[in-house]
Nanobody
């Protein structure tokens, strides 16, 4: 059974940085992609970025490109979301999710972690 557990959220001032972690367990993830999503109060969930577990290709939403970086630590089965130059509009609950490469739907989701950026 796949489990994803996010951590690292918190309160940070605008312009600051945070690193979120997504610890994965339950299977070998070499054929998976892991995505990060976020949902702000009253808004729809939006895609932030994704990474192929094997090979490390990354994809980012335009709103975070150049500020956020996704990486994988295979030894720890953990995916990271490094967030720099944070803005108030980055405030949201951040989720990691996993899907088999080639599939449309992210089948597995973590519980989310709150990121609050004060201006």
């Amino acid at each position: 059974q796949v489990q994803l557990v996010e951590s690292g959220g918190g309160l940070v001032q605008a312009g600051g940085s945070l690193r979120l972690s997504c610890a994965a367990s339950g299977r070998t993830f070499s054929s998976y992609a892991v995505g990060w999503f976020r949902q702000a109060p009253g808004k729809e969930r939006e895609f932030v970025g994704a990474i192929r577990w094997s090979g490390g290709s990354t994809y980012y939403a335009d709103s975070v490109k150049g500020r956020f970086t996704i990486s994988v630590n295979n030894a720890k089965d953990t995916v990271y979301l490094q967030m720099n130059s944070l803005k108030a509009e980055d405030t949201a609950v951040y989720y990691c999710a996993a899907k088999i490469i080639g599939h449309t739907v992210y089948a597995y989701w973590g519980q989310g972690t709150q990121v609050t950026v004060s201006s």
